[in-house]
């Protein structure tokens, strides 16, 4: 590996997707992306961003960093390409940011050319170690913003399903949960790109129930969680689950399948209250009754409620994060 210069000690370059800024595509990874170059950057990084996409952009991207260069590569462009990152991993120092592993051997080939993997979930650092072997892995949660509490209904009918429709977010299983419980008094707002598997879109949009209202990818989110109760989420997997901490944010709780790593982002309040309602993933039912539930007992609703308000004052920033990340690359700078 060649030597860093010392001239550029505090400098960093971050290879990103092509398409990290598009409304039409907003994800968690594109998020954390963004949000940590601007946090290092008021942390006095100077960071250098590059653009990639695919083998030959990835490569390409790496290319332009002089030799010795602090290299962070979002995980999406990494993980299928060790032919691109072993030669570079040479000359560089190369950062691995994993938001969502894939389990591929080609995958677990890229992670261990590099000189750090970064996760953003203690349950992604997990899957790694007992998937790949990957030991060392550095864990650098995402952080949320502060934002007004969401008033509420007295009901709690008004539900809220954040993420692009695909089958990994799990609106089929949405809808099924929805058709059970016809009988009760609910609205359900689903935010999310329905363009980026159109198939599986299609087959969920013509299940649309009359109370059921798909709004496509918003640029103002903020705006469907002040006017939710209760955020509903039921993907197959997640490494994290940013919409559960933007959902505590605003004080609402979550209803979730318990996959990956959404445990860890809805956390515990102080006292060890969970502020949402779990569901097993080998639990065919589980959504249903965790909705009727909410929707039937209001002191539940109050129980969940007052847990999602203390367990908000506990959730950490962008800034937090940004300080985790500059920890780990400084480590590599002195190395």
């Known amino acids: ?14 290879v990103v997707p092509e398409g990290i800024d598009d409304p039409r595509r907003p994800s968690g990874g594109n998020v954390y992306d963004r949000r940590v170059c601007r946090e290092l950057a008021e942390l006095g990084w100077a960071v250098q961003e590059h653009r990639g996409g695919g083998a030959p952009g990835l ?46 051997p080609r995958e677990a080939a890229a992670l261990a050319a590099v000189s750090a993997v970064v996760a953003t979930s203690q349950w992604t650092s997990g899957w790694l170690r007992d998937r790949y072997g990957l030991s060392g892995v550095r864990v650098v949660p995402p952080g949320v913003d502060a934002a007004e509490l969401s008033p509420g209904t007295s009901s709690g009918g008004r539900l809220l399903s954040v993420g692009a429709v695909t089958p990994i977010k799990g609106q089929d299983l949405l809808m099924d949960a929805l058709a059970s419980i016809d009988d009760l008094a609910w609205s359900c707002e689903v935010v999310g790109a329905l363009d980026i598997d159109a198939g599986f879109a299609a087959q969920v949009v013509g299940r649309k129930r009359h109370r059921v209202h798909f709004s496509g990818p918003l640029t103002d989110v903020a705006a469907a969680y002040a006017r939710a109760d209760v955020l509903v989420l039921t993907s197959r997997a997640e490494s994290y689950g940013m919409v559960v901490t933007e959902a505590l944010a605003r004080g609402l709780p979550v ?41 039937g007992d209001p002191g539940e609703r109050a129980r969940l409620r007052a847990a999602a308000a ?20 400084t480590q590599l700078s002195a190395a």
């Open 59 to 104: 490569a390409s991207a790496l290319a332009e960093v002089p030799d010795g260069g602090l290299v962070v590569v979002d995980g999406l462009l990494a993980s299928l390409v060790p032919e691109v990152l072993r030669p570079e991993a040479e000359r560089l120092r190369l950062v691995v940011l994993l938001h969502m592993p894939i389990d591929d």
């Open 1 to 14: 590996m060649g030597e860093l210069r010392t001239d550029a000690v505090r400098e960093v370059h971050v």
């Open 310 to 329: 203390s367990r908000r004052r506990t959730l950490g920033g962008w800034s937090q994060t940004a300080a985790a990340l500059s920890e780990v690359l």
């Open 255 to 295: 209803i979730s399948r318990d996959v990956g790593g959404v445990s860890e982002a809805l956390g515990r309040t102080p006292d060890g209250t969970i502020p949402g309602l779990l569901v097993g993933s080998d639990d065919p039912r589980g959504l249903e009754q965790s909705l009727r539930r909410w929707l």
